[in-house]
């Protein structure tokens, strides 16, 4: 299995980004994606995540109404879309993959792509 994420970069405050996760080396039905974050010195955390078959979805609470995960099944592509960002929004993002439910525990997650970089300045 290979992710491969994309699309970070430089915003101001109260811009916009899409980060797109690429998967590839195996059918992901039943898997679920998340993206998760880590800023200098804190610990990787959970942002949002999609079942492959996109019914169900889950936010961290600090990110809510302000991004959307979404995936496009016959690209194999999970995205992103972040809005109204924020300084405090500034970190490495990663997306992950796993069988089963959506959780917000890095450890539980198989395998991992390289992380994008996303910043925000006020």
């Known amino acids: 299995v290979q992710l491969q994420a994309s699309g970070g970069g430089l915003v101001q405050a109260g811009g916009s980004l899409r980060l797109s996760c690429a998967a590839s080396g195996r059918a992901f039905s039943g898997y679920v994606m998340g993206w998760f974050r880590q800023a200098p010195g804190k610990e990787r955390e959970f942002v949002a995540g999609?079942?492959?078959?996109?019914?169900?979805?889950d936010y961290a609470d600090s990110v809510k109404g302000r991004f959307t995960i979404s995936r496009d099944s016959a690209k194999n592509t999970v995205y992103l879309q972040m809005n109204s960002l924020k300084p405090e929004d500034t970190a490495v993002y990663y997306c992950a993959t796993k069988w089963g439910g959506i959780v917000p525990t890095p450890h539980a997650y198989d395998y991992w792509g390289q992380g994008t970089q996303v910043t925000v300045s006020s």
């Open positions: 999609i079942t492959w078959s996109g019914g169900i979805i």
